[in-house]
């Protein structure tokens, strides 16, 4: 499994980034991304999470109404739109992916993990 994160760079207060994930490896559409976040001397913590086979997502009560995750499957792709940006949103962000069921957004869930990409809000 490989997760190739882009997207990144640095936005002003109140703007707005994209972050794409390219998915390759999984062998059937049973499998859950998630984006993960570690800010500087931090936790990495979870974001947001979506089951590929049902679409159903998961966001995290600080980024509700400002983010939301999407999928594209015929083109292995999962996006983190990300709007009204904080500088408390600076963080490297990281694609994640599991073939098993999630309960939450723990990373001890998620066995595959792609580089990161900084993320830096200015204000």
């Known amino acids: 499994v490989q997760l190739v994160e882009s997207g990144g760079g640095l936005v002003p207060a109140g703007g707005s980034l994209t972050l794409s994930c390219v998915v390759s490896?999984?062998?059937?559409?049973?499998?859950?991304i998630a984006w993960f976040r570690q800010a500087p001397g931090q936790e990495r913590e979870g974001v947001s999470s979506i089951n590929i086979a049902d679409d159903i997502t998961d966001l995290v009560d600080s980024v509700k109404g400002r983010f939301s995750i999407s999928s594209d499957k015929a083109r292995n792709m999962v996006y983190l739109n990300m709007n009204r940006l904080k500088p408390e949103d600076t963080a490297i962000y990281y694609c994640?992916?599991?073939?098993?069921?999630?309960?939450?957004?723990?990373?001890?869930?998620?066995?595959?993990w792609g580089q990161g990409t900084q993320v830096t809000v200015s204000s």
């Open positions: 994640t992916g599991t073939p098993l069921p999630v309960h939450g957004l723990r990373v001890a869930q998620f066995e595959y």
């Open positions: 490896g999984f062998t059937d559409d049973g499998y859950v």
